[in-house]
């Protein structure tokens, strides 16, 4: 069983604070999803990254893929009170592979 | 711009009582999953469907029915409710696997009392 490990559990900081949460497994992936969720909501999709040593930027925040494609990491530089949400990571695994596997997400406070 | 929709948005119930989850998508997707969300566990995928006509389980489809009859809708029965199947349940589909992400529907919070 593939498991997706997210680190911290819970962050609280202060509004333009910058802030890195973690996604590592023991498991290679072929991809990994970032999404996040606010409260009462569905999860949305902020990113795919595919390519090991990948780097994509989404203005504020930039998503890494290890180079292993073992682990992940999420950025935010100047965090804003609508950074507030639940981050969960999600992995694919490849061909004949019909789901993700979710980590438990990280919950994230950004105190104006 | 309707995406997923999930109905109802909440719901009380007894135990032994039965209900259906509907979930429709107008994206014309072809996959579609029924997730449910409980604190500390994070998302459990319990059935899902790679198109009309198709279903298999997930990892927690004890409990819990899935009928998929048209492609765009996706219907999540609850047979004989109990308070263990309390909980956020999440609809998602996605166009052509898992592979290109899961557009998510805004949930439905149900309690089994």
């Known amino acids: 069983t593939q498991l997706l490990e997210q680190s911290p559990q819970f962050l609280s900081i202060q509004e333009g604070e910058n802030l890195t949460v973690y996604c590592n497994s023991s498991?290679?992936?072929?991809?990994l999803q970032w999404y996040r969720q606010e409260p009462g909501e569905g999860p949305v999709l902020l990113v795919t990254v595919v390519t090991g040593g990948e780097v994509k930027k989404l203005k504020r925040l930039t998503f890494q893929f290890g180079d292993a494609r073992k682990d992940s990491s999420l950025h935010i530089t100047a965090a804003q009170p609508g950074d507030t949400g639940l981050y969960l990571c999600?992995?694919?695994?490849?061909?004949?592979?019909?789901?993700?596997?979710f980590g438990k997400g990280t919950k994230l406070s950004v105190i104006p | 711009n309707a995406g997923v929709t999930q109905t109802p948005k909440f719901r009380v119930l007894k135990t032994g009582q039965s209900m259906t989850l509907l979930c429709a998508q107008d994206?014309?997707?072809?996959?579609m999953y029924w997730y449910r969300q409980d604190p500390g566990m994070g998302l459990r995928l319990i059935h899902y469907?790679?198109?009309?006509?198709?279903?298999a389980k997930g990892e927690v489809p004890d409990g819990y029915n899935v009928s998929r009859l048209k492609k765009q809708n996706f219907l999540l029965g609850l047979e004989s409710a109990a308070p263990s199947q309390t909980s956020v349940y999440f609809c998602a589909s996605s166009q052509r696997g898992a592979n290109y992400g899961y557009t998510f529907g805004s949930g439905t919070r149900l309690t089994v009392v």
């Open positions: 469907s790679v198109g009309e006509g198709t279903t």
């Open positions: 498991s290679v992936f072929s991809s």
């Open positions: 999600a992995g694919y695994s490849g061909a004949g592979s019909y789901q993700l596997t």
């Open positions: 994206m014309n997707h072809e996959y």
